[in-house]
Nanobody, 124 residues
Framework: QVQLVESGGGLVQAGGSLRLSCVASGRTLSSIATGWFRQAPGKEREFVAASSGSGAVTYYADSVKERFTISRDNAKNTVYLQMNSLKPEDTAVYYC?????????????????WGQGTQVTVSS
């Protein structure tokens, strides 16, 4: 079992930056892959970014590529999502998720554990 605790959401102006954190417990972080997903009101949950257990392999949605960076500090059992050049359309609840393997994946159905979500609001 993996427990995930997210933090770092908030209100930011367009063009600004925000860093989300997700602390994992129950498993050594290097042994599990993690992902970030988001869901806006009235919209389906969508993939944002994913990282393999080592952090060497990453994937990004086209909408956030070159703006967002997923990273991890395995010694701290923490995964991050650095969000730069934020746009109003990035406004959503962001969820951290984990798989029971080290291999990164972009599909929500392949994730077993989820955080509670943290609200990110980008104003224009």
């Amino acid at each position: 079992q993996v427990q995930l605790v997210e933090s770092g959401g908030g209100l930011v102006q367009a063009g600004g930056s925000l860093r989300l954190s997700c602390v994992a417990s129950g498993r050594t972080l290097s042994s599990i892959a993690t992902g970030w997903f988001r869901q806006a009101p009235g919209k389906e949950r969508e993939f944002v970014a994913a990282s393999s257990g080592s952090g060497a392999v990453t994937y990004y949605a086209d909408s956030v590529k070159e703006r967002f960076t997923i990273s991890r500090d395995n010694a701290k059992n923490t995964v991050y999502l650095q969000m730069n050049s934020l746009k109003p359309e990035d406004t959503a609840v962001y969820y951290c998720a984990a798989r029971g393997t080290r291999w990164a994946n972009t599909q929500s159905d392949n994730y077993d554990y989820w955080g509670q979500g943290t609200q990110v609001t980008v104003s224009s």
